[in-house]
């Protein structure tokens, strides 16, 4: 950098010189040349011709003086050099900074030592040995890929909380934060508060200790801070925050051991105490934490989900309390769970939900290669050919397996397994097992596989697999997240011998064995436990109770249906029992959904019957199971009326959309060999007249109701259809994936004109009917899906929109337009959007209804943003079967706003006031296309069946889908 800037100056300096004398020189009579010469000659060529042009041009003074800079540069270069080094490396050491460096107390620097310590490497250390003295683990920052978050921004949306522009942007602009993954820090920039759920394996945990672990090192002014790290803590402003990582289960037993209630005053107690404990010779009173917690603090609480259902509510109570008790612009605050203890977090004040997203591939592979490159780091060469293959083997799976990889536990599992294999399982459970074996079989050193086995006293690693799932059975049972050894001897020695002296011995050997090996059982202090992935315990609970409780499934799974804790653990007893074959895998999952005499037990039943069935590969699924349980998950699902709440019924309907929804089974269309294509169900609207619009009557009934009307819904006037037919269900994920797979969007005969244009990036809304801050919204929003992301439903991948069943979404107006042309030429018949009148007689009927059910406002008859009805994302679709309109059409009303195929203008209705309207069309063009039916977002006064919404034509939020209707019939 020196010498390119040395050698700037050489060529700035003549430069500057001959700016200040241009001035003087415009001053002399000498007329400009007809050919300019360049100042600085190309190539410092000293050729007489440049020498007599420049001479001709500036005169001899001028060069004197380039002379002189020049010499004075040559007598000063070397001085300058030294400044610029001197520069550089006080640059290098401030940029390693975050705060300037302080003398931190002694007991302050034991504290974040200790925690610097125990956050820096990653807890999993499933890693094989390959020579040596084996593999150092790599620290947190060295392999850690950067989850993306992606914040719940909405809550319900009510009538009269926002301008009606404001509602009528929010299909452009609303899903610009909720919909789009950030980093930790724009994420706690947002909301010093967040509650971040996950999937098991997703990285939840490991995103704590990654925050933490940049806040200690910036208090320590360490220099090993990465990048995102100094971001991170650069957005919690002033001096970093002390990290608090807090074990929400281990504080509820400690809790209950005492006992104690679960309180604020002893949540902070149990911080104290526990930290003490590992810290003993730094005298970490309250007062500390206190302090802290007034001054700034980083306040991390991880598994809301492990903690005992029943104590839910307290634990959350006590973590309240204490935020609230010191919350200030100082505290940040982060609590975990898995979605089902999502609702705990949910309900906690001031906090925001945030999701972790599944890895992309791309981050997939980054994280595969940092693995194998700590793997085989003597062999880097290899290490990436390796790495490449399971990359490559992934990427040209079936679906199924790629989507196993899609969290950062479930991919170093893979690694694990390919690194042992070459080869990879396809199913999750066989994954597990495969990894079970690798690391229960993995050579510490090459060449000592005899003393390995002498090591476990001669155990094969199918008994010592046998032993271990014996304990992690007995430890979910007993809902412990560890065991003293002491505890553990006496719960295993019999599985050692009959010598009572001698078993013991064999089973505190086997324990400690097992511990120093890492990645399954570990010992901390003088606990033994799953700590670092309760995954692996789930597993091995399931495969426990799948093997030796063959003859007391129907007992355990009674007694266990309301503890959610057991959910992951049933599911993979149903995947292992897959493994062996079909038949034991059947009858568990019948037996399953055998079980509950009342209707909410019956519903969770099934439910868990559903995702276990969902774990088990078509072929392995028995005509029986496939033929019983599926119909009766969907019975329970569309009783009319609902037999289970909302809540419950959602959950039911998410498993039967994965095990599969028998509404929604593909069949064979067309002529030949056929496409496969789902018909949907239709639903017969007669010809005649019906009232559109808001009366003055309606207005009155909704006033009192605390619903609104808008001015583009009056006047009411009487409008006369022909009579068709309308989607009894919004088009599903299942119905549109055959689109999809059909090639339908890169066939340019489905779209029209526009619609082609928008899907090759050459068309685009106008926006002039926005304020100019909304327009910048909109087109941050629209950024995120350039062309090549037009290809499939902008949330196509993401599992929380996904599910079959559940209404497709991320569909602009010309890819709706683009399925019914499809279908219309798969069929011959005459499938289309509905226009705005088809969609209205369709939802009120022809006594004009306020709500497709009647014209009382009920909350729990449809999917709506309203604090007791929400549900926060969509639902399957007619699981709400008594908010049915009069036609028999569901989900009008929530769940999704639809696309209806008319441009939406303001004075459509009082264009037509006194005239005889019949089949109307709406104006010939416009700048949106009509919405109709309210969504999960959205109130009462939305869901209404005559409300109007406007979206641009290329809005693909994740609130609105479409319907179908058939006409001529």
């Known amino acids: 950098m020196a010498r390119r800037f040395c050698r700037l100056l050489v060529f700035l300096l003549p430069l500057v010189f001959l700016a200040v004398a241009a001035p003087a020189r415009a001053q002399t009579d000498t007329p400009p040349t007809q050919t300019s010469v360049p100042p600085v000659p190309p190539g410092f060529q000293d050729s007489w011709d440049w020498l007599a042009a420049f001479l001709k041009e500036y005169g001899i003074w001028a060069l004197l003086a380039v002379g002189v800079l020049v010499l004075a540069w040559v007598l000063l270069r070397a001085r300058i050099q030294g400044w610029l080094e001197a520069w550089q490396e006080d640059a290098k050491k401030e940029g390693g900074k975050v705060i300037a460096k302080v003398d931190l107390p002694d007991q302050e620097h034991a504290y974040l030592e200790h925690v610097s310590a125990a956050y820096k490497r990653f807890k999993f250390r499933g890693l094989p040995r390959t020579s040596g003295e084996g593999i150092k683990p790599p620290e947190l920052d060295q392999a850690y890929i950067s989850v993306k978050i992606v914040t719940e921004a909405r809550r319900g949306l009510r009538a009269g909380k926002l301008p009606r522009e404001e509602v009528e942007a929010l299909g452009e602009k609303a899903g610009l934060e909720s919909a789009h993954p950030i980093e930790l820090a724009e994420a706690i920039r947002k909301s010093p508060k967040l509650a971040v759920v996950g999937v098991a394996g997703s990285g939840k945990s490991t995103l704590l200790q990654w925050a933490g672990l940049a806040c200690a090192r910036a208090c320590l002014n360490d220099k090993q801070l990465t990048g995102e790290q100094k971001i991170f803590v650069a957005t919690l402003g002033g001096k970093p925050p002390l990290p608090i990582l807090v074990s929400l289960r281990a504080f509820d037993e400690h809790c209950k051991q005492k006992p104690l209630n679960c309180t604020p005053k002893n949540l902070l107690g149990y911080i104290q105490q526990s930290f003490a404990e590992m810290l003993p010779d730094s005298d970490l009173s309250e007062a500390f934490f206190q302090k802290h917690l007034k001054q700034g603090c980083l306040l991390m609480f991880d598994g809301m989900d492990e903690v005992d259902p029943a104590d839910r509510p307290r634990v959350r109570e006590a973590v309240e309390g204490l935020v609230a008790e010191y919350e200030g612009a100082r505290l940040f605050c982060l609590i975990t769970s898995r979605p089902s203890a999502a609702y705990v977090s949910d309900q906690m004040a001031g906090f925001k939900r945030c999701e972790i997203q599944r890895l992309t591939p791309e981050q997939r592979d980054s994280l595969i290669h940092f693995w194998y490159a700590a793997v085989m780091a003597d062999n880097p060469a290899e290490a990436v050919r390796r790495a490449d293959d399971l990359c490559s083997q992934i990427s040209h799976s079936e679906e199924r397996v790629r989507e196993l990889a899609t969290t950062p536990l479930m991919t170093t599992i893979f690694a694990m397994v390919h690194y042992s294999r070459d080869t990879l399982p396809r199913d999750r459970a066989k994954l597990y097992e495969d990894a079970v074996e690798v690391l229960l079989t993995e050579v510490l050193h090459k060449g000592q596989e005899a003393k390995g086995l002498a090591q476990w006293g001669g155990l094969d690693w199918e008994t010592r697999r046998d032993h271990l799932a014996y304990i992690a059975f007995e430890l979910h049972e007993r809902k412990l997240d560890s065991m003293l050894e002491n505890d553990l001897v006496d719960l295993l020695w019999k599985r050692f011998g009959t010598d009572e002296d001698a078993a013991r011995k064999s089973a505190c050997h086997f324990l400690r064995s097992l ?123 569309i009783a009319n009326p609902p037999r289970v709440k909302p ?135 629209l950024e995120r899906r350039p062309p090549e992301q037009r290809n499939q439903p902008f949330f196509w991948d993401d599992a ?91 989900d009008m009303a929530g769940n999704v706003w639809e696309w209806c195929t008319d441009w939406h203008a303001e004075d459509t209705y009082e264009k037509r006031a006194g005239s005889s309207v019949v089949n109307p069309r709406g104006p010939e063009t416009g700048t949106w296309r009509v919405g109709r039916g309210g969504s999960w977002l959205f109130d009462r006064s939305y869901a209404r069946c005559a409300c109007r919404s406007r979206f641009i034509p290329v809005d693909f939020s994740d609130f609105i889908g479409f319907r179908l209707v058939l006409s001529p019939i």
């Open 515 to 637: 511990a120093e090996r890492g990645g399954l059982l570990e010992a901390m202090d003088d606990h033994f436990g799953f700590y670092t992935h309760a995954t692996f315990r789930e597993f091995l609970a399931g495969r426990y109770l799948a093997e030796e409780k063959n003859n007391e499934w129907e007992k355990f799974l009674l007694a266990h249906l309301e503890n959610d804790q057991w959910d992951e653990a049933i599911r993979l007893a149903a995947g292992y029992l897959a493994i062996k074959g079909q038949g034991q895998a059947n009858r568990f999952v019948r037996t399953l959904a055998g079980l509950g005499k009342n209707d909410d037990p019956r519903a969770r039943a099934l439910t868990l019957a559903g995702l276990a069935l969902s774990d088990l590969r078509p072929e392995r699924i028995l005509p029986e199971t496939k033929e019983s349980v599926p119909p009766a998950m969907l019975d329970l699902l």
């Open 647 to 781: 809540r419950l019924r959602h959950r039911l309907g998410l498993a039967l959309g994965m095990a599969g929804d028998p509404r929604f089974a593909p069949l064979l269309v067309g002529e030949g060999p056929g496409v496969r294509a789902i018909l949907p169900e239709m639903v017969k609207v007669k010809a005649g007249p019906f009232r559109m619009g808001a009366s003055p009557e309606d207005e009155a009934q909704l006033k009192k109701q605390k619903a609104n009307i808008y001015g583009g819904e009056k006047p009411a006037h009487l409008v006369t259809l022909s009579e068709y037919q309308i989607g009894k269900y919004p088009l599903t994920n299942a119905e549109f994936r055959l689109f999809w797979e059909a090639k339908g969007y890169e066939n340019e005969d489905y779209w029209s004109k526009d619609g082609w244009r928008w899907r090759t990036g050459e068309w685009e809304s106008g926006l002039s009917a926005y304020s100019e801050s909304t327009q910048h919204d909109i087109r941050r929003w």
């Open 800 to 890: 929380r929109w996904n599910v079959s069943n559940l209404p497709v979404v991320g569909v602009s107006w010309f890819e709706a337009e683009a399925y019914c042309n499809w279908l219309k030429a798969l069929t011959g018949k005459g499938y289309r959007l509905p226009t705005e009148a088809e969609w209205e007689k369709a939802a009120r009927g022809p006594k004009g209804n306020l709500w497709p059910w009647g014209n009382a406002w009920d909350v729990e008859k449809c999917n709506n943003g309203e604090e007791k009805g929400r549900l926060e994302q969509t639902s399957s679709v007619g699981m709400y079967p008594h908010g049915e309109s009069p036609c028999g059409a569901l």
